[in-house]
């Protein structure tokens, strides 16, 4: 098998947290670069940005965008017009519409376009997925709830338009969804909280709609105390419930999956990646940005607190 050399680009947390050690353990890759302004790692060689690494490195033929979602259509472009294979971090991009102007340009020279959904590479999704195929969902719960301050520090990209807020944790709970419902789910209504010194909001209620059956998703991320990322789902032969950001699921009172949340679900990302690299195919589902994009178009804007991190 030829190694694949990749480089990252944008070296911060989930760079530093997930892609490493993920890309440590792929025989499919080698770590060949990182693209960072301020982020370096020991023994990989470092560009301050992607010119430079199409200069000199041209033994690198993909690239992994790790940056916030305001600047990775730029990138994106600028990798795929120099012949790069690419991998997008969640969500795919700022708007739809750019990423459809990625889909086109990876399609037109002939790139492969991944844009990575880590939250439905949780342990417990392909079960959760397998066990309400079999069912009839009566009604379902969301509820994301986390501490800002404690996940996102300094990360004020996030509280800048197109930066999502609340929806950058809530997007994932939404590309779960997408993934494990039998049936399409549409937006009814929203409300969104936008505190009063910020662009994005800090917590969101969300109504959908899936085969009849009524969706209410709780974002909030002003939770201290214990965190919950969890779903609830009534159907005609129990409840299912995943927790844990979907690594947990018990179904009918029995254990789907119990697993580490997180902790395999970058190494699935790697092989789905390396997996598309051989046979030359592209994946991009943006169904959870469009439901995003639904919430901020259909939603009330409420004006809350200000937040100071
Ligand atoms: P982060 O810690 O703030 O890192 C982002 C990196 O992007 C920085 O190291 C920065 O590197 C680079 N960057 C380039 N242009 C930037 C700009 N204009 N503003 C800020 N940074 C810029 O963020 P992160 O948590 O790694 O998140 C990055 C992406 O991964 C987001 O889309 C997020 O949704 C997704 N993600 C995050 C997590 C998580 O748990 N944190 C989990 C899954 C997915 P330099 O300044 O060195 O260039």
Redesign the pocket.
């Known amino acids: 098998m030829t190694v694949i050399n990749i480089a990252l ?10 892609h490493v050690p993920s890309i440590g353990k792929s025989e499919a890759f080698h770590l060949a670069a990182t ?5 370096t790692m020991e023994g990989v060689p470092a560009h ?1 940005d992607l010119a430079s690494l199409i200069a000199d490195q041209p033994e690198v033929t993909a690239v992994a965008l ?7 259509y730029a ?1 994106a472009r600028e990798a795929l017009e120099a012949g790069l294979d690419v991998l997008l ?3 795919p991009g700022a708007t739809l519409a750019e990423v459809e102007d990625l889909i086109a340009l990876a399609r037109d020279r002939g790139r492969v376009l991944f844009a ?1 959904w ?2 439905r590479f949780a342990a417990g999704v392909p079960a959760t997925k397998a066990w309400l195929a079999e069912r009839e969902i009566q009604r379902g719960s969301i509820t994301w709830r986390e501490d800002v301050r404690r ?2 520090p ?5 509280w ?1 338009a197109g ?2 807020g609340v929806f ?2 809530g ?2 709970a939404l590309s779960i969804l997408t993934e494990i419902l039998p049936q399409s789910a549409h937006l009814t209504g929203a409300d969104l909280e936008f505190p009063s010194n910020q662009e994005t909001p800090i917590a969101a209620r969300l109504s959908f709609l899936s085969g009849g059956a009524p969706i209410e998703v709780d974002f909030d991320f002003r939770q201290e105390g214990p965190q919950t990322w969890a779903m609830n789902f009534e159907t005609n032969d129990g409840v299912l419930t995943l927790a844990d950001g979907g690594a947990t699921v018990s179904a009918a009172g029995q254990s789907l999956s119990e697993g580490d949340a ?1 902790a395999s679900e970058y190494d699935g990302i790697y092989a789905r990646f390396a997996r598309l690299l051989a046979g030359r195919e592209s994946e991009v589902d943006l169904s959870p940005l469009i439901h995003v994009a639904d919430a901020f178009m259909l939603g009330r804007r409420l004006i809350t607190d200000p937040f100071v991190e």
Do not use: Y
């Not at 693209?35 to 982020?39: E, F, K, N, P, Q």
């Not at 940056?67 to 990775?72: I, L, M």
């Not at 300094?154 to 996030?158: A, L, S, V, Y």
């Open positions: 680009v944008g070296f911060g947390k989930i760079a530093k947290d997930q693209v960072s302004r301020h982020g301050r790790c940056t916030p979602p305001q600047v990775r990138l971090e969640k969500p990575t880590h939250s996940w996102h300094g990360q004020t990209w996030i800048q930066g999502l950058d944790p997007i994932n997180l």
